[in-house]
């Protein structure tokens, strides 16, 4: 085990709506729902899950876009929650992130070269002539041209687009990348791009990620660990290797049975799961997961199951994960 970067212990995100205009009744929903994991530094983490599971939630809060309901997050072991405006402010340019859409996280009124210079104003790292050097200097380094400064983000295409947002996530220098399916807007042939980007600019700049996508297939090729949410709450975490070869809980092998093969002399069997993902404001007694587990036992229906280690490294959410 290497020295962990960023340690998630117990957060927790609620989001509180009103039933009425008048209604002081409210209901919960429960984002994110007593997560804890860690992130070893120069490693790739993926979090993984179908939509509506938390995981965007969860990569916001790790990074205090969101403010958090309870838990706290340690990045290089000082606890995010508990810093001041200002405090946080210097710590944001050793965290960024990465937008799933290109064009949306880019402000159209300004050009490619001020968007990227934007967060070196902000942090004061670089100013005058040699900003813009700087920006040069990142364009090229991500695969845009120096001539493209003054161009504006609707002159590019998807792809251009995101390697513009990485170019803005890079520049401060940051230790540690929020990416938020980076590549899920992309057509196939430019992720492939992307992603062997965002891994040379891992090994270049020594840095640490944690990738959240729904693609299990991007997530082997780019992670070394894999957690897996359902309904806010992690139900698998294991190294990547093991995850695919020994899924233990019953969502995780679904999920791995809807990946596609390519050799089509394997065969697969699909798993398909009965009914609709329930809501998050009225989540299932015991393990959430049991209306939807082909496994359900009484014990799911009554007890929450803890995340434990059944082997090493690999931690599993599950009452029968030996017996199934």
């Excluded at 513009?164 to 992720?191: C, H, K, M, T, Y």
């Amino acid at each position: 085990m290497g020295e962990s970067i960023v340690e998630v212990r117990n957060v927790k995100k609620y989001f509180f709506l009103r039933k009425g205009l008048f209604s002081r009744k409210q209901d919960v929903v429960r984002a994110v729902d007593d997560v804890s994991f860690e992130i070893e530094q120069g490693m790739t983490v993926g979090l993984v899950g179908e939509s509506g599971s938390g995981k965007t939630t969860l990569g916001r809060v790790i990074l205090r876009l969101l403010e958090p309901t309870d838990g706290k997050v340690l990045f290089n072991g000082v606890d995010i929650f508990s810093l001041s405006r200002m405090e946080m402010r210097k710590l944001r340019r050793r965290m960024q992130i990465i937008f799933q859409d290109p064009f949306t996280s880019l402000n159209p009124r300004m050009t490619v070269g001020d968007i990227i210079a934007e967060p070196l104003k902000i942090h004061r790292i670089v100013r005058g002539r040699e900003l813009k050097e700087r920006v040069i200097d990142i364009m090229e380094r991500v695969g845009l041209r120096g001539s493209d400064y003054n161009r504006y983000p609707h002159e590019f295409s998807g792809g251009q687009r995101q390697r513009i947002g990485i170019a803005r996530a890079i520049a401060p220098v940051p230790e540690f990348i929020v990416a938020d399916e980076p590549v899920s807007a992309l057509d196939v042939s430019i992720q492939a791009q992307i992603l062997n980007l965002l891994i040379e600019l891992q090994k270049e700049y020594k840095l640490t990620y944690l990738f959240i996508s729904h693609d299990l297939r991007i997530v082997r090729y780019v992670c070394d660990e894999i957690v897996v949410m359902y309904l806010g709450k992690i139900v698998e975490r294991a190294e990547k290797d093991e995850l695919f070869s020994n899924p233990l809980h019953p969502y995780t092998r679904a999920l791995l049975s809807a990946v596609p093969v390519v050799d089509p002399q394997t065969k697969r069997r699909r798993i398909i799961l009965s009914g609709e993902v329930p809501s998050p404001i009225n989540i299932p007694s015991g393990c959430s997961f049991h209306p939807r587990c082909p496994y359900v036992e009484n014990v799911c229906k009554e007890l929450v199951p803890e995340l434990r280690e059944i082997k090493p490294g690999h931690f599993v959410s599950c009452h029968l994960a030996e017996k199934i």
